[in-house]
């Protein structure tokens, strides 16, 4: 079957098996309920900020999340380029909404399941380059830069993704081979 690192992004989670780095976190337990005389964890997992319908839209468009992809996400409007699908694909991962990552993914790739790393926090894309993947095209690909944090420690995932029209709607199908 190979190795599915290769074929899925590092922070998706199949079938609970993590096909990212993981990193180990360990701390005392509390003392008490409320944690008397032991100190905060400095890595204590945290849970993404809260995006709401006024808040800037995490794929980092100027318009506000109600106006940018929660449309797409609450299935209102479909994302009309491959970048665009990709833009609120990353803000589906930022708000964790695994229902739409599903939905948008071909059905041939497309995983089981999905679990988010509960801890990791989405904070910015780079959309590095595209190429086809307009209302005119079929097919298109979208080199993006995504940046988050996870137990504090910041990083990036990098990928030049594949996208296809299925049905007349764009889907993501997979990343490209590394050059």
């Known amino acids: 079957m190979g190795d599915l690192s290769l074929k899925f992004p590092k922070w998706v989670q199949l079938q609970g098996v993590p096909l990212r780095r993981v990193v180990g976190v360990s701390w005392p337990a509390p003392a008490d309920r409320h944690n008397r005389g032991v100190s905060k964890p400095k890595n204590k997992p945290r849970r993404p900020a809260a995006v709401t319908p006024t808040s800037p839209c995490p794929c980092g468009r100027a318009e506000a999340y109600r106006d940018c992809c929660a449309p797409f996400h609450e299935g209102r409007a479909a994302a009309p380029t491959a970048e665009r699908l990709m833009r609120s694909r990353y803000s589906a991962f930022a708000v964790g909404d695994t229902g739409y990552l599903l939905r948008t993914w071909h059905p041939s790739t497309r995983p089981g399941s999905l679990a988010l790393e509960p801890a ?60």
């Open 120 to 179: 990791q926090r989405w904070t910015g894309l780079d959309i590095l380059g595209t190429t086809g993947g307009s209302a005119f095209h079929a097919e298109g690909t979208v080199e993006f830069r995504a940046h988050y944090s996870l137990h504090g420690h910041a990083d990036s995932q990098y990928e030049n993704s594949r996208f296809v029209r299925e049905n007349g709607q764009w889907v993501y199908l997979d990343a490209l081979p590394a050059a």
